[in-house]
């Protein structure tokens, strides 16, 4: 059964380029299908080669996250994988990126 949550997290990212105004950067991350996601996000989302984003529901494998934008494909909601999730802030939730994760 799915979880109704809102925690901020971190996304892997596979590249990140200047976008097209000085305050914005053009975003690629694989979603939980694998396909490669792409979008322009403001600046002061981006940290470290990471996207912020917030989990709004979570089920066994994945979660669905609202992204700061939409990316070129789909809307501002898109489903990840749990081992694209670097990071989980907020109370109950663990660091995703360990070594149990890596082996399912």
């Given amino acids: 059964m799915e979880q109704e949550i809102l925690k901020e997290i ?8 200047e976008g097209q105004f000085s305050n914005e950067k053009t975003v ?3 979603n939980k299908d694998g396909v490669i996601l792409t979008g322009i996000f403001p600046d002061d989302n981006i940290k ?3 996207l912020r984003a917030w989990i709004i529901r979570e089920t066994e494998n994945a ?5 700061p934008d939409a990316t070129f494909t789909t809307g501002s909601k898109v489903w ?14 663990a ?8 082996h399912e």
């Fill in 63 to 67: 979660y669905l996250v609202r992204l």
């Fill in 48 to 50: 470290d080669n990471h």
């Fill in 95 to 102: 660091d995703h990126e360990t070594e149990q994760d890596s």
């Fill in 28 to 30: 690629s991350f694989v």
């Fill in 10 to 17: 971190k996304i892997k990212c596979r590249a990140i380029k």
């Fill in 80 to 93: 990840l994988s749990k081992d694209m999730v670097i990071e989980v802030t907020g109370e109950g939730i």
